[in-house]
């Protein structure tokens, strides 16, 4: 469910850099050291004057990282028609047509998405509106938009030139992928990508002041953010879209600021050699520093338990970003990235039902703690009870929340330190899941009145609740 995420690489940013950044009391006009500020009426820009302003960027930003041009780098002007054909062409390349419809359908099922939202058109716009210069790690050619106004060019030579001498050092495009096929993974690496490529920018508009980003303590990105407004397509957006497109360049800014604190540019290739392993590190760069990594997740197949009528369409893992996102759909921001934080590993499938399309989404997450788990239970019971606002049969248990929608049954189960949920399955197959974790069956639903009993009554629930305080004891009665 990455694969919007990874098209972000493409020079989004440059469009939401304010004018003036203010960096440790010191004022840099973000032009200044680039060029004057346009005329009213702005002249179109010339291949001999772009490519020797590409030139002298490209010395500045070797200097500023330490990586030395190793083979010349080829550079032109392209349109916008040439860009949308470029967004497009990369966008096929990275994924096929059923591979993209399975993003969409996951970011859907975990409610990061309206139903029928048009994902492909939505990233060919916002990318074609937004662009204003790229580097492409296969042609090993540097682009910049026609249409840029002259003043900000620079800016985007110093972030895309940042990415080319790292590809003639690391070879940037199969350092990324070889994350593969872990997307939280590879949404670190490019975190890495466009954080160091930012921090290098935010270098260039800093030189003649004596100072760098390493200066600066307490380096805040948002103030980087500008109008959001000026991006129709952008303004739009499901919330998600917008985070997700952002995360690479801010989350992984701080995070290159923080690990390049002391040493300076000489930690890079550092990162390159040992990259962060999740969205975790990026949001933590202590764990990154300390070498914690997040637990292996494993799920048990459900293909013959759901039959022929069933395909799979994703599995993958969502890590710490995916998470505080799907939270944030349903609870405020702050709780949201509190509880996001007490990830330690998860992995999810999404299957499609063939003949009507449904959604049956499974997820099982790894927490800090057992007092993180009974958190987490209580406070996801709330949001899939907002996820769902036809509700009927809510069944409510210490450690276990359950309850049906027209799209089939809901089912959130917590043992010590992990939670598992199921959308969209019967209870059978939620009883077969968990029975295939060894994990005990979860308690029996009510009887309905005048229905036969059902075959799980007779079984036991266990002993004594599994998370303990989740609920006070006239909480713990089915409503």
Same mark, same amino acid.
Request: aromatic residues 8%.
């Given at each position: ?12 940013? %440059?469009?939401? #850099?304010?004018?003036? !950044? ?7 006009? =973000?032009?200044?050291? +680039?060029?004057? @500020? ?119 030579? %110093?972030?895309? #030139?940042?990415?080319? !001498? ?7 495009? =199969?350092?990324?992928? +070889?994350?593969? @096929? ?298």
């Amino acid at each position: 469910m990455a694969w919007h995420v990874k098209l972000a690489c493409l020079g989004l940013c %440059a469009l939401y #850099l304010s004018p003036v !950044l203010f960096l440790g009391g010191v004022a840099v006009q =973000a032009q200044e050291a +680039a060029v004057a @500020p346009p005329s009213a009426v702005s002249k179109p820009v010339t291949d001999a004057d772009f490519i020797a302003a590409a030139d002298e960027v490209l010395g500045q930003m070797s200097q500023i990282t330490g990586l030395q041009l190793v083979t010349p780098l080829k550079k032109s002007l392209r349109s916008r028609e040439e860009i949308r054909a470029y967004v497009i062409k990369q966008m096929n390349e990275d994924k096929n047509a059923a591979e993209r419809y399975a993003d969409e359908r996951s970011a859907e099922a975990f409610g990061l998405l309206p139903k029928g939202f048009d994902l492909d058109s939505f990233m060919v716009n916002v990318l074609t509106e937004q662009v204003e210069g790229l580097y492409d790690p296969q042609t090993r050619e540097f682009y910049i938009a026609d249409w840029s106004p002259p003043a900000d060019q620079r800016m985007v030579m %110093a972030h895309e #030139l940042t990415h080319a !001498l790292e590809d003639q050092h690391f070879q940037i495009e =199969a350092w990324a992928k +070889a994350a593969r @096929p872990n997307e939280d993974a590879e949404l670190a690496r490019d975190s890495v990508l466009e954080g160091s490529a930012m921090a290098a920018m935010i270098d260039y508009l800093m030189l003649g002041t004596g100072r760098s980003l390493k200066d600066v303590p307490d380096f805040d990105p948002g103030v980087l953010i500008g109008d959001l407004g000026s991006s129709p397509t952008l303004q739009k957006a499901p919330p998600f879209l917008k985070d997700a497109l952002m995360f690479p360049y801010l989350g992984g800014l701080t995070f290159s600021a923080a690990v390049m604190k002391n040493t300076g540019w000489s930690a890079l290739p550092g990162l390159f050699e040992k990259p962060p392993v999740s969205t975790q590190q990026i949001l933590h760069p202590a764990l990154y520093q300390s070498g914690r990594t997040p637990r292996k997740v494993t799920l048990p197949p459900l293909e013959k338990m759901l039959g022929d009528n069933w395909s799979k369409l994703d599995e993958n893992i969502m890590g710490e970003f995916g998470w505080k996102e799907v939270l944030k759909q349903f609870l405020d921001n702050d709780r949201a990235k509190s509880l996001a934080a007490a990830w330690d590993g998860d992995r999810y499938m999404v299957f499609e039902q063939k003949r009507t399309k449904r959604l049956l989404l499974v997820t099982r997450l790894y927490l800090d703690s057992e007092e993180l788990a009974a958190r987490f239970f209580g406070q996801y019971s709330e949001a899939l009870e907002k996820k769902h606002s036809e509700r009927t049969n809510l069944l409510r248990r210490p450690n276990f929340f359950s309850f049906d929608t027209p799209d089939g049954g809901v089912f959130l189960d917590c043992l010590g330190d992990e939670c598992v949920t199921l959308e969209g399955a019967t209870r059978n197959v939620f009883d077969g899941f968990t029975k295939a974790l060894n994990w005990p069956l979860a308690p029996p639903p009510r009887e309905r009145p005048g229905a036969a009993p059902a075959k799980t009554a007779a079984i036991s629930a266990p002993a004594a609740p599994l998370v303990a305080g989740i609920f006070s004891p006239a909480a713990q009665t089915a409503p």
